[in-house]
């Protein structure tokens, strides 16, 4: 599963500030990859997930690049139906148009960056670390979730909503069989 997180700056973003809003969140502790620097660094990012005494590790592909909210927007208009023109148009007032819509556009206008982040949901423990580094990006950073298999974008007033997603990817993870690793130290 993809979800793409717009954020206005990347600086905002704290590991530190991420594992507080997990732990209080989640009641679970985590720690993160003593080398992991969220600017450079691409690929799997790794974190040690203790539960009930026990050590695990679990993670999420994370990639970063610089988001463009006018080539954002003329990409939508451009596959957006086009309006048939008539005497009658010509004359009716013109209907603002928007992207997604104008609470989305107005925060994604704000916007410089593109987080992508991936899971497979085979590891028990991606979704909800997944789910709770968006929340947090969401939450802290000003940031915009678009969901690309529901094809839904979520704000903060949405946290709810992506809690309940959360555990709905755990559920169907923990009825298919997903696993875990233990922590064997990092590589």
Same mark, same amino acid.
């Given at each position: 599963m993809d979800l793409n997180i717009y954020i206005p700056n990347i600086e905002?973003?704290?590991l530190n500030e991420f594992k507080e809003f997990f732990e209080n969140?989640?009641?679970?502790?985590?720690?993160?990859h003593p080398q992991i620097?969220? %600017?450079?660094?691409?690929? &799997?990012i790794p974190f040690k997930y203790i539960k009930d005494g026990k050590e695990?590790? @679990?993670?999420?592909? #994370?990639?970063?690049?610089?988001?463009?909210f006018n /080539?954002?927007?003329n990409e939508a208009?451009?596959?957006? !139906? %086009?309006?048939k023109l008539s005497l009658f148009s010509i004359f009716k007032k013109k209907k603002v148009k928007y992207a997604v819509n104008e609470l989305i556009d107005s925060k994604l206008s704000k916007c410089n960056y593109d987080i992508l982040l991936t899971f497979s949901g085979? /590891?028990?423990?991606? !979704?909800?670390? @997944?789910?709770? &580094?968006?929340?947090?990006?969401? %939450?802290?950073?000003?940031?915009?979730? #678009?969901? @690309?298999? /529901?094809g839904v974008y979520y704000t903060s007033d949405?946290? %709810? @909503?992506?809690y309940n997603n959360m555990e709905y990817e755990e559920k169907c993870g923990a009825e298919s069989g997903a696993i875990y690793h233990l922590f064997e130290g990092w590589n």
């Open positions: 905002n973003i704290s969140n989640f009641f679970s502790n985590i720690e993160l620097n969220l %600017k450079e660094d691409s690929g &799997f695990y590790v @679990t993670g999420f592909e #994370y990639y970063l690049s610089e988001f463009n /080539d954002f927007y208009m451009e596959d957006s !139906p %086009k309006e085979v /590891d028990i423990f991606e !979704p909800r670390i @997944t789910y709770a &580094f968006a929340m947090y990006l969401i %939450k802290y950073c000003q940031g915009v979730l #678009y969901n @690309t298999y /529901d949405s946290l %709810k @909503t992506l």
